[in-house]
């Protein structure tokens, strides 16, 4: 069985189409979704309609879902502390999002637990422990095994980080971050999933790489005109940081 795993689209639909058309030539059964579908991208109301209306679709919560399904004026403010821009991202698709869509992603399951032919998955967003946590490429393999020490999956499929990566740990267990689909943070910013093989007990795993029109993109969330709008554009054709 192919299944395709995808992550943090970000409101970006523009790479979402390009990703979903590759998506069709491999051929994939499934989509498993790992959340952060709205925040700090160009369309966030086509990209929630589209996601909610796919029957064979898995989703879970990522950590920016939760953030506009729950916003308030302090929610803006602990971001604003940090991120101001990403704050301001966050205040306009909390404006701009109908409650339905809001609702929509408060419903969604912080992470799941699933077997597929014989394999124990795990879909998490950031980690197993916590929905922000970092699981970056290049990390001592220790700090990857303490992140997962408590669970007993084979394979846990993560994103959050906008990078992919993968491990295989002392205890058998496979760690894959599927990277973006909305917002990659690599050399070359195309569109980042994976499509995973399983098959009787067993599974391989490849990244797949998909350009899509950067450009415009980056003008519709230019054109969305709140403060720091224009530097997130930029960040679509020139990535050079995670949060603003």
């Known amino acids: 069985m192919k299944i395709a795993v995808i992550s943090d689209i970000h409101a970006n639909f523009p790479a979402l189409e390009a990703v979903m058309k590759d998506i069709r030539r491999?051929?994939?059964e499934?989509?498993?979704c790992l959340g952060d579908l709205a925040m700090a991208g160009p369309q966030p109301h086509m990209v929630i309609d589209f996601v909610r209306k796919q029957s064979d679709w898995t989703v879970i919560q990522g950590n920016t879902d939760k953030l506009i399904a729950e916003y308030?004026?302090?929610?803006?403010e602990d971001v604003k502390q940090m991120y101001p821009m990403m704050a301001n991202a966050?205040?306009?698709d909390a404006r701009i999002l109908e409650e339905d869509k809001k609702q929509y992603l408060k419903s969604l399951p912080p992470q799941l637990e699933l077997e597929i032919e014989g394999v124990k998955v795990l879909l998490v967003h950031g980690s197993p422990r916590k929905n922000n946590e970092n699981i970056f490429p290049n990390m001592p393999l220790n700090e990857v095994e303490e992140m997962i020490k408590d669970t007993d999956a084979?394979?846990?499929f993560c994103g959050h980080t906008h990078q992919p990566c993968g491990y295989q740990t002392s205890s058998k267990q496979t760690v894959v971050n599927v990277g973006s689909v909305g917002r990659p943070m690599t050399e070359v910013p195309d569109a980042c999933y994976v499509v995973a093989d399983f098959n009787n007990g067993g599974f391989s795993i490849n990244h797949k790489f998909v350009d899509y029109d950067r450009k415009l993109a980056a003008e519709i969330v230019r054109a969305r005109g709140y403060e720091g709008a224009d530097k997130i554009a930029g960040l679509l054709l020139n990535p050079t940081e995670r949060h603003v």
Do not use: G
Request: charged share 30%; hydrophobic share 35%; with cysteine.
């Open 90 to 92: 966050l205040a306009d």
């Open 154 to 156: 084979d394979l846990i």
């Open 26 to 28: 491999e051929n994939c």
């Open 72 to 76: 308030s004026q302090k929610t803006y």
């Open 30 to 32: 499934k989509v498993f």
